[in-house]
């Protein structure tokens, strides 16, 4: 099982990035999914999540209207389009599954598979 996370930079303010979440072993959809992220001196962060066994999904709300979370399952691939950034989101972005995600909520399960760090620096 691997997730390898890819796709940060350094963006001004107010610009985009996409994030990708590439996983082998299983499919992409087979866990609820999602990405965290933890910025300098400070503690993770819930960011966003899915789980299509439930039909849910879920987003941090400092990143709604700004940030969508969405599947590929030909590419077995997990996607996050943020937009509108700002320094606040600043942070490396990990991306897990088999993570307990639900409509209001997301957080680890102790069972949970973890891709490596991608640094989003969003700065002028």
């Known amino acids: 099982v691997q997730l390898q996370a890819s796709g940060g930079g350094l963006v001004q303010p107010g610009g985009s990035l996409r994030l990708s979440c590439e996983v082998s072993?299983?499919?992409?959809?087979?866990?609820?999914i999602g990405w965290f992220r933890q910025a300098p001196g400070k503690g993770r962060e819930e960011i966003s999540c899915i789980s299509s066994s439930i039909n849910a999904l879920h987003y941090k709300e400092s990143v709604k209207g700004r940030f969508t979370i969405s599947l590929d399952n030909g590419k077995n691939t997990m996607y996050l389009q943020m937009n509108r950034l700002k320094p606040e989101d600043t942070a490396v972005y990990y991306c897990?599954?088999?993570?307990?995600?639900?409509?209001?909520?997301?957080?680890?399960?102790?069972?949970?598979?973890w891709g490596q760090g991608t640094l989003v620096t969003v700065s002028s």
């Open positions: 072993g299983f499919t992409v959809d087979d866990y609820a």
């Open positions: 897990a599954a088999d993570i307990i995600c639900g409509n209001y909520y997301m957080t680890t399960s102790g069972h949970d598979k």
